[in-house]
């Protein structure tokens, strides 16, 4: 393959990511998105999920970090707050209060911050130039990928205009709604097997001013579900600008209303009342709004007979997960790193794909067993291994409530810095399985010493 030109359509997290490890490998780097880009750090038509709350657990920070050298300290010049977790947390595990102990970082942004401040990094690339205003239409060439077509939605180019890209690499990273199926189709590579696992989730968020001299020891709340006898999740973190975004969800349909009676009585029946208390009384500065296409999908490119070089699909369009897990960005992020590995063993484009699903085999073992806890969850029937493990997943959240080992352990497996298997190591293993203490507060009922203390790890 010739290295001259990369095409990258969508300019979401997946395609920035991927633009910034093309840019090392091609001459020239052209990022297609539907929209166009905003100047500021706000939300944009083409992510609708940017409204909704959205962690980057520590794996997926590391690498933007090392990709994009200085990417924190730009995150938290623009306001970003940099917090200990679960030390700064109050969090509502299904089996309890977990302890506050001081095990990781995490930084809480709104998901636009975070989309601008990769964009502004990528794009002053030298070989790397955006059209957007851009829809792309179709795959060119016969059985290989030669290039985009596309169709012109408004911006440099006139609405309505079509054209084409010639390319030596096409990397789809449309995400969830990526039509990168029907395309591969229409070049004559069928066969591709979708596995699709819905706990049937709904979001509804808004974003509150943090009142003034707000100090309760706490900086963010999350309140899980405790499946299959409750179904509803809430999330309070802080972002930029003084706010909070307050996200609640529910799954098997029980989607939190987005008028303001039902929105607060949602909150108010969550397993704790601390976030309805928090936010009762602060001054709302968003409308609310939902989203409901939060399936598990996973699309085995991996797995098809025939592939054409010259391209590849990334991020959500190979494997979206239930977002309440937090795991996209990171996942996409776990990929980027894939393509840079592709590219400099000069391997094919089918082998990143076979990579590309490692990458979210972890992530989509969490998210897909945890779901499967919810009886109302469509899919494939749920296999005796899958009740098994999520009985000693439930075991590995006590242990982790009230043991600092156990607490890093599991924390490991969800910022994606630990494969799932690592929690059956013999240490973990150990103290999950003889752990005998109980959590520190009953759920539903908050000690002041877990409002204020801080367990030392
Ligand atoms: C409610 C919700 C909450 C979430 N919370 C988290 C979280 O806490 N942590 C986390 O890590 N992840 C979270 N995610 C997932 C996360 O948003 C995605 O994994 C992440 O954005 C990476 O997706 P992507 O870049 O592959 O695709 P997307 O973010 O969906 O972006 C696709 C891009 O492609 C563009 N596009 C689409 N079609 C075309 C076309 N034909 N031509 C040109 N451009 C096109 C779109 O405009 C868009 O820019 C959440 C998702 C949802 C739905």
């Known amino acids: 393959m010739e290295r001259k030109h990369a095409v990258v359509i969508g300019g979401s997290i997946a395609g920035l990511l991927s633009a910034r490890v093309l840019a090392d490998h091609f001459e020239r780097v052209t990022l297609l998105d539907r929209d166009v880009f905003p100047a500021e750090p706000v939300f944009r038509a083409g992510v609708p999920q940017g409204r ?43 089996e309890g209060w977990r302890e506050r102990f001081d095990t990781d970082r995490m930084i809480t942004f709104s998901r636009g911050l975070l989309e601008w401040t990769v964009r502004r990094r990528v794009l002053e690339l030298p070989n790397v130039t955006a059209l957007t205003g851009i829809e792309a239409t179709g795959l060119l060439g016969a059985r290989n990928v030669t290039g985009v077509a596309f169709r012109a939605r408004g911006g440099a180019v006139p609405p309505g205009g079509k054209g084409e890209l010639r390319a030596d690499l096409v990397v789809d990273a449309s995400g969830r709604a990526s039509k990168a199926p029907a395309w591969l189709a229409g070049l004559g590579h069928s066969g591709l097997r979708e596995t699709r696992i819905d706990p049937l989730l709904g979001y509804a968020s808004r974003t509150y001013a943090i009142p003034d001299g707000f100090d309760p020891g706490w900086k963010a709340l999350y309140l899980q579900a405790d499946p299959p006898l409750t179904r509803r999740t809430g999330g309070l973190f802080p972002q930029e600008g003084g706010r909070w975004i307050c996200s609640l969800s529910g799954t098997g349909r029980d989607y939190p209303p987005t008028t303001e009676a039902g929105f607060l009585d949602y909150a108010r029946n969550l397993r704790s009342p ?51 897990y937090g795991q996209g960005m990171s996942v996409a992020a ?7 590995r592709t590219l400099a063993e000069r391997r094919s484009a089918h082998w990143f794909q076979k990579r590309a699903r490692w990458c979210a085999a972890g992530a989509w073992l969490v998210a897909t067993g945890e779901d499967r806890r919810y009886t109302e969850t469509e899919g494939p029937p749920v296999r005796l291994h899958t009740k098994v493990i999520n009985a000693y997943v439930s075991k590995a959240v006590a242990a982790a409530n009230v043991d600092p080992a156990s607490q890093a352990a599991l924390l490991d497996v969800l910022a994606l810095k630990a494969l ?32 204020s203390g801080v367990t030392k790890s």
Not at 276 to 295: C, G
């Open 274 to 324: 601390v976030l309805y208390e928090a936010i009762k009384d602060a001054e709302p500065l968003s409308p609310i709004t939902s989203f409901r296409d939060t399936s598990n999908v996973r699309r085995r490119f991996d797995r098809m007979r025939t592939w054409p070089e010259g391209f590849v699909v990334t991020g959500d369009a190979v494997c979206a997960f239930d977002p309440i």
């Open 334 to 340: 776990l990929t980027a790193l894939e393509l840079d």
């Open 420 to 451: 799932p298997t690592s929690l059956f190591l013999p240490g973990t293993l150990a103290r999950v399985l003889t752990n005998t203490r109980p959590p520190k507060t009953s759920p539903g009922e908050l000690s002041t010493s877990h409002i």
């Open 52 to 94: 909704h709350l959205h962690v980057l657990w520590t794996r997926g920070l590391e690498i933007l970090s090392g990709l994009l050298p200085g990417f924190v300290d730009d995150l938290l010049a623009e306001g970003a707050v940099d917090l200990r977790i679960p030390r700064d947390f109050l969090w509502l595990t299904a």
